[in-house]
């Protein structure tokens, strides 16, 4: 961490995903003095200002001293921003965290080929995200650690090989916490159908969610072994899980994460002409 802890680091949108790795690097601490946030929205600006960062709307001014700039804009966002500052990032390394943004892309629009591309996720905001990483080589191992520092502020980091994985990612960890609340909503719902108050039916799923993600982080066995520990022949756990296989849930999940991948590769492509 001490490479992250000794630059100084300008946000280019300042909501939540911008919030939460601010946070993180101030736990760690990163001095305030040392954050940046360009923010057009007086609200947003206001907020970030209790947590004694320096923040302006003027995006030209907020990266003249910066040496790393994380880009959190919205995608279509991404050309306006950028197109001003074109030219102006020599030396800086961009970290962006746009959602489809390719490295041409941004190397197109900014000027710069020093950028590392992210692909991060919603319990970032609670310090448990899963970050997926990706450079080219013109991005030397230095940059990149200095990259993987600033995003494990915020969880884990996870680097891949080309950028087309960026787009697996996003099917799996990106869009991953959704799949989740999907089937934590169907046991509540289940839960409350069975008779239980939902109050008791929320706090079991969740308190259950958590328990079988941290035994399978701190287990040796495979969630496939941690499964069969759990299920007894011809008993509930079985039943239950027959019903699973009838209805091919595993096959369905595995339609469902390539239909995000494909949407993930579209949205890359239509940012990409529209960026040109």
């Known amino acids: ?16 995903m911008a919030q939460a790795l601010i946070g ?38 907020a990266i003249v001293h910066a040496d790393v700039v994380v880009l959190a804009v919205k995608p279509q966002m991404l050309a306006a921003v950028l197109s001003p500052l074109h030219g102006l990032f020599e030396g800086k390394l961009i970290v962006s965290i746009v959602a489809g943004a390719e490295i041409e892309t941004i190397s197109k629009l900014s000027g ?52 087309a994985e960026i787009d697996a990612v996003t099917a799996v960890s ?57 299920t007894s022949p011809n008993g509930t756990t079985q039943a239950a899980l027959e019903v699973f296989d009838r209805a091919q849930i595993s096959q369905n999940i595995q339609a469902a994460l390539a239909a995000a991948q494909k949407r993930s590769q579209e949205l890359a492509q239509e940012l990409s002409e529209s960026a040109k």
């Open 112 to 163: 710069s080929s020093l950028v590392v591309r992210v692909m991060p996720n919603t319990p970032a905001l609670v310090q448990t995200g899963a970050h997926g990483l990706y450079a080219n080589d013109i991005v030397d191992q230095s940059k990149r650690e200095l990259a993987s520092q600033i995003l494990a502020a915020t969880g884990l980091t996870i680097w891949v090989n080309s950028e």
């Open 24 to 61: 993180g690097l101030i736990s760690r601490g990163l001095p305030t003095t040392r954050i940046t946030v360009a923010d057009p929205v007086e609200a947003v600006r206001e907020l970030l200002q209790e947590k004694d960062v320096q923040v302006t709307e003027d995006n030209r001014a």
């Open 174 to 230: 990106g869009s991953g916490p959704a799949y989740f609340f999907y089937m934590m909503e169907s046991m509540i719902r289940a839960g409350k159908n069975l008779g239980l108050d939902e109050k008791v039916a929320t706090a079991l799923t969740l308190q259950t969610a958590l328990g079988a993600a941290q035994m399978a982080i701190t287990s040796s066995n495979t969630p496939a072994e941690l499964r069969k520990n759990v």
């Open 1 to 16: 961490m001490n490479a992250a802890l000794n630059c100084n680091i300008c946000f280019i949108g300042g909501g939540n």
